[in-house]
């Protein structure tokens, strides 16, 4: 029989779990009611006992009591570092003893889950898209920038999964569920010697921050907005003041193609602030915001297949024969980007919301 662990951590303020472990929480709970497991959630944070209580509802449908919450407290782990989160996460699932444990695939888990797996004498899969299977357990990811799908099983236990975020609803607590006690069971860990000290962060202000995960509307950039436009000259201030702008008036997350970030490389004109960050579909990351717009951008298939996971697509481009055109965009506007740009931008300038 199956036992499920999820380990969460919180996020940056120490006040709330991430989105992304909150999605985790909604896979154990849903996996555990699947295969009549037992559900076991493990917190790493500072002060857990702020976070436990909108997780009195995380047990499968059909339990009156709670999944119990483990905890590892301490201001050693309010901050991310391999030492202190290795150490957490081990004795977390010692204490545990589960044969699945599920985390999220955020940047804190991500660095250290493996070291974990091999500490318990546990086997590891990354970028998890799904959980499922008819006969047995098994999991589904993508590989090559996901053009191909493929289905995991594994006999080794402990398994650990790090699951993409955005392929679950976050889990929230049911307001109208009856009143449980938290039963949190506080985990001791002796900590190694923390040759790491986190001294502060240093970020980029919002309105400069182009990478933004939970927006609603992705907003990709093609190579076109630094080629020759109808007056035969290159724009690329013009394109990146457009861009910028739009980007802090309307808080999209601000994506790339391929060709548009290689030109840097390349000695060519680039707009300043994109890196490789930017690039749709790098090392196998997939957007997943509810809308996306594409503009310069020819909508070929290695511009597209990074698209899959976004749930309405539009595009601006002046060729009526581009990819977009093809059945690859819901609307597809045959316009000149920097004209249409303005234009929004206008529209959102003049907009009291």
């Not at 509810?290 to 539009?314: D, M, N, Q, Y």
Request: aromatic share 6%.
């Amino acid at each position: 029989m199956e036992s499920i662990l999820v380990l969460t951590h919180a996020d940056e303020s120490g006040s709330a779990l991430t989105k992304a472990s909150l999605e985790a929480v909604t896979a154990g709970r849903d996996l555990a009611a699947r295969l009549n497991a037992e559900l076991r959630i493990g917190i790493v944070a500072a002060k857990p006992q702020l976070l436990s209580k909108g997780l009195l509802c995380a047990a499968p449908k059909g339990l009156q009591c709670a999944a119990p919450v483990l905890a590892v407290a301490g201001e050693a782990f309010a901050q991310a570092r391999f030492a202190s989160d290795a150490a957490a996460c081990t004795e977390l699932c010692r204490a545990a003893q589960p044969t699945l444990v599920l985390a999220p695939h955020s940047s804190r888990f991500a660095r250290v889950m493996a070291a974990v797996a091999h500490r318990v004498g546990g086997a590891i899969d990354t970028h998890i898209a799904a959980l499922g299977g008819a006969e047995g357990f098994e999991t589904t990811r993508w590989f090559y920038r996901q053009r191909i799908e493929a289905v995991i099983r594994r006999d080794k236990r402990p398994w650990f999964l790090l699951l993409e975020p955005g392929t679950n609803p976050a889990f929230a607590a049911d307001p109208h569920a009856p009143a449980a006690p938290s039963d949190q069971i506080a985990i001791a860990v002796e900590l190694p010697e923390l040759r790491t000290q986190v001294t502060g962060f240093r970020a980029p202000k919002v309105d400069e921050q182009t990478i933004r995960p939970d927006a609603q509307l992705l907003f990709v950039a093609g190579a076109g907005w630094t080629k020759k436009q109808p007056d035969g000259q290159v724009h690329t201030g013009e394109a990146a003041e457009l861009i910028l702008k739009f980007l802090r008036a309307s808080g999209a997350s601000l994506g790339s193609s391929k060709s548009l970030v290689d030109q840097g490389g390349e000695g060519n004109s680039v707009l300043p602030f994109l890196t490789h960050l930017n690039q749709v579909g790098q090392t196998g990351a997939t957007p997943r915001h509810a809308k996306g717009l594409s503009t310069c951008c020819h909508g070929e298939e290695p511009h597209v297949v990074g698209w899959r996971f976004i749930g309405e697509r539009r595009a601006v481009n002046l060729d009526p024969n581009c990819g977009w055109t093809r059945g690859k965009a819901d609307v597809v506007y045959i316009a000149d980007a920097f004209a249409v740009m303005q234009r929004v931008n206008a529209l959102l300038g003049s907009s009291d919301t």
